[in-house]
């Protein structure tokens, strides 16, 4: 599958995917909630200018992460849309600038089931739940037949849109994730009980978008190694869904880990011994999979990257905060020299205040003022929620008139 080349820097050779599609080098942005959406679905220029940067940058891939095919269940209010109401000249425009110089765009295909964003939603997962920091209601049989339907319009979208691929979320806790977690899927039908079973939807859903966008469109998934989380997913289920997923048409799989589950750690918070975090399922996930593995996770030193691919432990690296850091990060690694980005140590944040922290750098290199970025967690930990609450009273006018039964 991948393309012979001499070079001996091994991030630099292309990939070839079982579409057919290359991607340029073994460097990708990986999936972020960048909250840049206007509050109504559709990209404004400060996102524009983003993916820009990150495809200047020399990215092979960049991922916009939880793109919405129904706004009922989003995560957060500066999500994108795919939809009748969408602004299409302004995706189309997102498009065009973020794909310059061989760069792929794909946006990440979400629906946060359990975990939607309450002030402009009533979550719905695999089944009701209640426990403390979660409650959601159980979704129907009919609502389950929806959702690959739903998946293959949004990826249709994206094809006719020009996107150059898709990727699937089910990873991080959200739908198709809650689907896998014996923690969140306590269904006694045909989508609950063995893996198997609790993978069920996640197959139909890319059998749907694969018969939406034809066989040469590339089609990537996320998933959880583990949910990191007591009587969630497990590595070896999680081994199983790659067994399993190795039988469909996926062209990528992104390994990842962790879920936004109330209370729940995330992986970055955690002790580090200086190997990426997922490495060592994606070893294992290597030995019952020809489709090429995405490890996303952990990377903060040029030598981290070159190591995992050179070992074979996976075929492509996937950042996401380093890249914060640095949009130009690959440019740098795909050098001799290398050089890595220098990370901040945040002195006891509030919770959620590193990702304010990173979501409102996100804002800067969009607009061009990275150099005069200065806000700490806490006041980026504001603004970020003060920004999301004016965003809900829009996304409320404009999709207010679309039921949702509970």
């Known amino acids: 599958m991948k393309r012979k080349t001499s070079n001996p820097n091994p991030l630099r050779s292309s990939l070839e995917l079982p579409?057919?599609?290359?991607?340029?080098?073994?460097?990708?942005?990986?999936?972020?909630?960048?909250?840049?959406?206007?509050?109504?679905?559709d990209p404004t220029e400060a996102q524009m200018r983003?993916?820009?940067?990150?495809?200047?940058g020399g990215a092979a891939v960049s991922i916009i992460g939880e793109v919405q095919g129904d706004p009922r269940y989003p995560e957060k209010p500066g999500n994108l849309v795919f939809g009748p109401h969408t602004n299409h000249q302004a995706m189309a425009s997102l498009v065009s600038r973020a794909v310059v110089g061989g760069a792929h765009l794909w946006p990440q295909l979400g629906h946060a089931g359990a975990l939607s964003h309450l002030p402009i939603s009533h979550p719905?997962?695999?089944?009701a739940l209640h426990i403390e920091g979660l409650r959601c209601a159980g979704m129907s049989g009919e609502d389950i037949q929806e959702l690959p339907d739903m998946y293959a319009r949004t990826a249709a979208y994206a094809a006719d849109t020009g996107f150059s691929g898709v990727h699937v979320h089910a990873g991080h806790g959200f739908l198709l994730s809650q689907f896998l977690s014996p923690l969140?899927?306590?269904?006694?039908?045909?989508?609950?009980?063995?893996?198997?079973?609790r993978?069920?939807?996640?197959?139909?859903v890319i059998d749907a978008i694969r018969r939406a966008v034809g066989p040469l469109f590339p089609v990537g998934i996320k998933i959880n190694s583990t949910d990191q989380l007591e009587g969630g997913l497990t590595e070896d289920d999680a081994l199983e869904v790659v067994r399993i997923l190795d039988q469909t048409s996926v062209d990528l799989i992104d390994i990842s880990g962790g879920t936004y589950f109330p209370g729940a750690k995330a992986s970055s918070d955690g002790p580090s011994d200086g190997e990426p975090y997922f490495?060592?399922?994606?070893?294992?996930?290597?030995?019952?999979?020809?489709v090429p593995l995405m490890l996303t996770g952990g990377f903060k030193r040029r030598e981290q990257a070159v190591d995992a691919v050179v070992s074979g432990a996976v075929d492509m690296v996937s950042m996401a905060r380093a890249m914060v850091l640095d949009p130009r990060l690959p440019e740098a690694w795909l050098t001799e020299e290398g050089g890595d980005p220098e990370f901040p140590v945040f002195d006891s944040p509030p919770r959620g205040g590193a990702t304010a922290w990173y979501t409102m750098r996100l804002t800067a290199l969009a607009e061009d003022r990275e150099e005069a970025f200065t806000m700490d967690p806490q006041s980026a930990l504001r603004v970020y929620e003060e920004r999301d609450a004016q965003r809900c009273i829009k996304w409320r006018e404009k999709f207010s008139h679309l039921s949702v039964s509970v």
Do not use: Q
């Open 279 to 290: 490495l060592r399922f994606a070893r294992r996930a290597k030995g019952v999979t020809d």
């Open 199 to 204: 993978c069920r939807i996640v197959v139909e």
């Open 50 to 56: 983003l993916y820009e940067r990150w495809a200047e």
């Open 184 to 197: 969140f899927n306590r269904r006694s039908d045909g989508y609950g009980g063995s893996i198997e079973a």
């Open 19 to 41: 579409c057919g599609a290359f991607l340029k080098n073994r460097l990708a942005k990986s999936a972020m909630s960048d909250s840049l959406g206007n509050g109504e679905g």
């Open 124 to 127: 719905k997962g695999p089944s």
